[in-house]
């Protein structure tokens, strides 16, 4: 099992920047993939960003070139760098792991309002 801890929501003006970090614990040694995906009101949950253990990485169409995923594997804690903010990426932003099993978890969840 790998339990997740959100943190770095919050309010922001059109073309601000927020940090996002998530860091997990109990069965870390099994972690493959770390991501987030965002819900926005109304819609469904769509992915956002992804990092493998070797850190390779996947963004969406949507937040290419505005948003950065890393990831620290000593602390067993991905971020998410959020630059040039949109009202379109009010969300709330879940933080997923993918085990070597192909388990997934995910996390609580933060909230994340960018303000026109």
């Known amino acids: 099992q790998v339990q997740l801890v959100e943190s770095g929501g919050g309010l922001v ?5 927020l940090r996002l970090s998530c860091a997990a614990s109990g069965s ?13 009101p109304g819609k469904q949950r769509e992915p956002v960003a992804r990092i493998t253990t070797a850190g390779s990485t996947n963004y969406a169409d949507s937040v290419k070139g505005r948003f ?7 602390k067993n804690t991905v971020y998410l760098q959020m630059n040039s903010l949109k009202p379109e990426d009010t969300a709330i932003y879940y933080c997923l ?20």
């Open 28 to 40: 870390t040694f099994s972690i493959a993939v770390m991501g987030w995906y965002r819900q926005a």
């Open 97 to 116: 792991v993918i085990d070597n099993k192909l388990n997934t978890y995910w996390g609580q969840g933060t909230q994340v309002t960018v303000s026109s």
């Open 13 to 17: 003006q059109a073309g601000g920047s």
């Open 68 to 74: 950065t995923i890393s990831r620290d594997n000593a």
